[in-house]
């Protein structure tokens, strides 16, 4: 669902999408460490792979995200693997197009960024097993904002396209609500079971 | 007086003749064959039918190409319409909230087969093979960086 083919947008949308996500591409590679890249790339697999678990929810079909739950273990970094993913998807599962890569990446990478926000304000990083509730009640807030946000920028972008926002918006969440449901618990079960067994492994970024 | 008695009876026994011939008319004929019916279906990747998308048929006429019927498909993804006499070219577009397709084809000549596609696993295993290459990539950037400073 989230992911806009070519065609659908006014091409001034689409371009701006590649100019955004551009600038925050620069940005957020130029702050990749060499220790981040195999973490980096272990997430981007699981996105990437995670948009072919598909359920039919009345009449449309939604698939996993998992933005948020990128934004949690990523950080920043959530961003350029949003991007790859998409990249792949695009070419490999044609989800889809190739002109909305840009805009694709802005919808569901900005709020991967934003997720993380949340889960750095709520466990200010302070991971340990002895934290462990207050990561796994962020890791799913931030899991499941992750979603929401996305598909409310969709619709934002559908409203150009002439479908109203309301209408779209509640479409849209309510096909979702599983996925929602679903990422939430994975992305806020796995942050608390890396929070005992591997806490290192959230860093400091 | 001779030749015109002789025609006169020449034309006189075509008459009889007609009567024998089989029935022919002398027009030119034409046969036109008529496809009455064509289904579209649409499908997300997976299999899951595309219901209630925005369908619209585009007729390929020799004036360039106009919109036919704007419609929507059924709870299946499943589109019928009855094409246009004397116009085989058509492009279907499916759209729903931001998924759009299109398929061109030809009712008369067997265009409309589908593009044989590697299979999942295959496309899978290769997303993961470009992945490992940009993490090569990307170490290489990184380790460079890290010399610099």
């Known amino acids: 669902m989230v ?35 195999p973490k980096l790339s272990v997430i981007t697999a699981a996105v990437f792979v995670a948009s072919l678990i598909h359920m039919q929810v009345g009449p449309t079909s939604v698939h996993f995200i998992l933005n948020g739950f990128a934004g949690v273990m990523l950080g920043i ?12 998807q695009c070419f490999l599962f044609g989800h889809g197009g190739v002109t909305t890569i840009g805009i694709n990446t802005v919808n569901m990478g900005v709020p991967a960024l934003i997720a993380y926000l949340i889960f750095k304000t709520g466990t200010k990083l302070d991971i340990r097993p002895e934290t462990k509730s207050k990561v796994t009640l962020f890791g799913a807030i931030a899991g499941g904002v992750g979603v929401v946000l996305a598909l409310l920028l969709l619709a934002t972008e559908l409203i150009t396209t002439g479908e109203a926002f309301y209408e779209t918006t509640v479409l849209v969440v309510t096909a979702h609500l599983p996925i929602i449901a ?3 618990i994975f992305t806020g079960v796995l942050a608390g079971f890396i929070a005992t067994v591997k806490p290192e492994m959230f860093g400091e970024k | 007086m001779k030749t015109v008695r002789s025609l ?17 008319s002398a027009h030119r ?15 997300y990747g997976g299999g899951d039918p595309m219901a209630d998308a925005d369908v619209e048929i585009y007729a390929n006429t020799t004036n ?38 299109e ?10 087969q589908e593009a044989a596609e590697l299979p ?7 997303g993961f093979g470009y992945l490992v290459g940009l993490v090569g990539i990307a170490m290489l950037i990184t380790a460079r960086k890290m010399k610099r400073v």
């Open chain 1, 3 to 37: 992911h806009i083919s070519d065609g659908v947008l006014d091409p001034w949308l689409w371009e701006s999408g590649w100019v955004i996500i551009a600038v925050i591409l620069a940005y957020t590679l130029s702050k990749m460490k060499t220790d981040d890249v």
């Open chain 1, 77 to 88: 970094l959530a961003f350029p693997c949003i991007f790859v993913a998409l990249v792949l």
């Open chain 1, 182 to 184: 679903i990422e939430a």
């Open chain 2, 8 to 24: 006169l009876v020449l034309a006189l026994l075509l008459i009889p003749c007609m009567a024998l011939m089989p029935p022919v």
């Open chain 2, 29 to 43: 004929v034409y046969v036109a064959e008529q496809v009455t019916g064509v289904q579209v279906k649409a499908w």
């Open chain 2, 64 to 101: 360039g190409e106009e919109l036919y019927l704007k419609d929507k498909t059924d709870e299946k993804g499943i589109f019928q319409f009855e094409p246009k006499l004397g116009v085989s070219g058509y492009r279907v577009v499916v759209e729903a909230t931001g998924h759009r397709a």
């Open chain 2, 103 to 112: 398929e061109t084809f030809n009712l008369m000549g067997g265009s409309g």
């Open chain 2, 120 to 126: 999942l696993f295959a496309r899978v295993l290769a």
